[in-house]
C-alpha cells in the first residue's frame, strides 16, 4: 500500500522560508513524476511545482525564483524548499505522486497523495 506523509508545514512571517518533506512508502519516487500541489480556502487545488523522472522539474510560474522542489531517490523523500514566502502561498499543501511517468493533472489524479500539511503566512 503506497503511503505519501508530508511534514514541515507551520506558520512563518511574511519573507520567512519553510522545507516541506515528503516520504513515501511502498512507492519508489525514481520511476514517475512527483509533485506538490496547494489548495488554499475556496480555490482550486494547484500544482506547484514537479520534478519528472529524468529530473525535469516545472513550477508554477507565481513561485518560480522562489521555490525549488527535490528529491532524494535513497531515502525516498521529496522536499519543497519555499522562501521568501508570501500571504498569498498560504495554502494546504500536497505532495502527490503520479500513475505515469509524465507530469500531466490527469496522471496525478490516478496517482497517490498525501493528507496534506498547512503552511500560514502572516503579512
Known amino acids: 500500500q503506497v503511503q505519501l506523509v508530508e511534514s514541515g508545514g507551520g506558520s512563518v512571517q511574511a519573507g520567512g522560508s519553510l522545507r516541506l518533506s515528503c516520504a513515501a512508502s511502498g512507492y519508489t519516487y525514481s520511476t514517475n513524476c512527483m509533485g506538490w500541489f496547494r489548495q488554499a480556502p475556496g480555490k482550486e487545488r494547484e500544482a506547484v511545482a514537479t520534478i519528472a523522472s529524468d529530473g525535469r522539474t516545472s513550477y508554477l510560474e507565481y513561485v518560480k525564483g522562489r521555490f525549488t522542489i527535490s528529491q532524494d531517490n535513497a531515502k525516498n523523500t521529496l522536499d519543497l524548499q519555499m522562501n521568501s514566502l508570501k500571504p498569498e502561498d498560504a495554502a494546504t499543501y500536497y505532495c502527490?505522486?503520479?500513475?505515469?511517468?509524465?507530469?500531466?493533472?490527469?496522471?496525478?489524479?490516478?496517482?497517490?497523495w498525501g493528507q496534506g500539511t498547512r503552511v500560514t503566512v502572516s503579512s
Open positions: 502527490a505522486a503520479s500513475g505515469s511517468s509524465g507530469c500531466s493533472w490527469s496522471g496525478f489524479m490516478s496517482g497517490y
